[in-house]
């Protein structure tokens, strides 16, 4: 495949008040030095009040291929990347947050595989946890080949790992907005993409970093209810009711408990 043949991926990225400039670019960075070539990133300020814009905007000037948005309030992850999505021009979309970081090989082993493999519709990956120090303190696997069934007890796909066909959302309309769902878009996503009859996969090494620090990650109650919400309604669209009823309790069997051990149940 000749360089003019490959196709482009359009990589999403919302941004809201990140935590640190040098998380920021080290993400942004993970991308750049992609040895799959053919990219554009399309980041999307969703009104911070912090220095994040600015930011962006002094990675945006480095490189041609990185493209600026800029919400004019915070309209919310999902809102937010339906706006990328609005702009991109890929064949392929991609996701990638603004904490995280891609291993250099990861588009292009994801890309190798989708175009290998005609029956899957999106590819993600396994995931190393890496720590506010810099170390790495696990790794969260995902089954190879998800069920319907792998949605009960945890999403079966790593948001930011995925690399996904346009058609996907196509298929869709889109990130699913809507009231009660919180930081759950991807999950929604996942089993709406699984009810309109798509199928993923995930390739079983660990292409992509997933920042994990256990000293802010417990979820509010709340955003714990709207977890049972979406996986209410996510059940009932995938048939997995009465089965899925004890499992939509988990978030609020979660709530109760210390992140460590909720960290050792993703793993």
């Not at 554009?40 to 300020?45: H, Q």
């Not at 702009?87 to 947050?97: E, F, K, P």
């Not at 690399?163 to 991807?186: H, N, Q, T, W």
């Not at 069997?253 to 210390?258: D, K, R, S, T, V």
Request: with cysteine; aromatic share 10%; glycine share 6%.
């Amino acid at each position: 495949m000749t360089e003019e043949k490959k196709p482009l991926i359009s990589v999403l990225m919302g941004v809201y008040n990140c935590k640190e400039r040098s998380m920021l670019e080290r993400s942004v960075r993970s991308i750049v030095e992609q040895t799959y070539p053919n990219w554009e990133l399309i980041l999307c300020d969703d009104g911070s009040t912090n220095a994040a814009l600015l930011w962006m905007q002094n990675l945006a000037a480095r490189d041609s291929r990185i493209r600026l948005l800029q919400n004019d309030r915070n309209l919310g992850l999902a809102r937010t990347l339906n706006r990328c999505l609005s702009v991109a021009n890929g064949a392929y979309l991609a996701r990638q947050d603004d904490d995280d970081i891609s291993k250099p090989d990861r588009f292009e082993k994801q890309i190798a595989y989708l175009e290998s493999h005609a029956d899957v519709d999106f590819v993600g990956s396994n995931c190393d946890l890496y720590t506010p120090d810099g170390g790495v303190s696990g790794c969260w696997k995902r089954p190879e080949r998800p069920r319907k069934q792998d949605f009960l007890f945890n999403s079966p796909f790593i948001h930011g790992s995925i690399l996904f066909r346009r058609r996907c959302f196509e298929k869709v309309s889109g990130y699913p907005v809507m009231e009660k769902i919180a930081r759950y878009e991807d999950y929604m996503l996942f089993m709406q993409l699984y009810a309109a009859g798509l199928q993923g996969a995930n390739l079983q090494e660990c292409l992509y970093q997933y920042y994990f620090d256990s000293k802010t990650r417990r979820i509010p109650v709340r955003e714990r209810l709207d977890e049972a919400i979406v996986r209410w309604r996510g059940f009932h669209m995938l048939n997995l009711m009465p089965k899925g009823l004890p499992y939509i309790g988990k978030p609020l069997m979660l709530a109760m408990l210390p992140p460590k051990l909720i960290h050792h149940m993703h793993s």
